[in-house]
């Protein structure tokens, strides 16, 4: 595809409930990077996948947050028993496989929890 | 870890003027990047810049890797230039740090 895409645009959910969240790379481009921007701040950096290795989830928030990424292409970040304070845009990115690669953004997915 | 700091937090323009944002990062950084998020949320890339100058029609960027800043120039602003600005930094492996982002607003 052209850029980065992600599905849905806009998701709403009960508090409680589980969702989930897809991210296409751009094709060719084998690094994949998810982040939170909560209203009016900057982004969050939550995990990235590097390639066939192991993602470094450092930045998840807590253990309810999970992503994984299939052959090495689409990824989808899990939040389980969302919360309120889990409202927010989540948008993905991705990059060639080289540390410090200029990374490109998808549109993001609008999350709120009621 | 590594800290980004952006100034100023909000920027309100003449259309036509011109304007400098600041980027201040704490430690050696692998990457730089600048984005504007325009009203529609959507991260455009302006400049990959680690290091040195470029320039794009109205937008020029320069990183002082060794003193640790970066500046982003816009010159003879529009309103379609409003948005915020964030500055991103590596750090070295693939984990990206944001700052806070500039606020800007270009008044016709």
């Known amino acids: 595809g052209a850029g980065v895409s992600q599905s849905p645009s806009n998701k709403v959910t009960e508090k409680g409930k589980d969702v989930e969240l897809r991210c296409d790379p751009i094709s060719g481009h084998t690094a994949l990077y998810w982040y939170r921007q909560s209203l009016g701040q900057g982004l969050e950096f939550l995990i990235y996948?590097?390639?066939?290795?192991?993602?470094?989830k450092s930045g998840l928030p807590s253990d309810r947050f999970s992503a994984e990424r299939t052959g090495g292409s689409v990824s989808t970040l899990t939040i389980q028993r969302t919360q309120q304070e889990d409202s927010a845009v989540y948008l993905c990115a991705s990059s060639f496989e080289l540390a410090g690669a200029e990374q490109y953004f998808g549109p993001g997915t609008r999350l709120t929890v009621t | 870890g590594i800290q980004v700091e952006q100034s100023p937090p909000d920027l309100i323009l003449q259309e036509g003027a011109n304007s400098t944002l600041r980027c201040n990062f704490s430690?050696?950084?692998?990457?730089l990047q600048w984005f504007h998020q325009n009203p529609w949320g959507q991260l455009i890339n302006l400049f990959y810049i680690p290091s040195g100058t470029k320039q794009n029609g109205r937008l020029s960027a320069t990183t002082v890797a060794t003193e640790r800043y970066s500046l982003l120039y816009i010159s003879s602003s529009q309103t379609t230039d409003s948005g915020v600005y964030f500055c991103?930094?590596?750090?070295?492996?693939?984990?990206?740090?944001f700052g806070a982002g500039t606020r800007l607003f270009v008044k016709a």
């Open positions: 996948f590097q390639g066939n290795s192991a993602p470094d």
């Open positions: 991103a930094v590596g750090d070295g492996g693939f984990k990206t740090i």
């Open positions: 430690d050696s950084v692998n990457n």
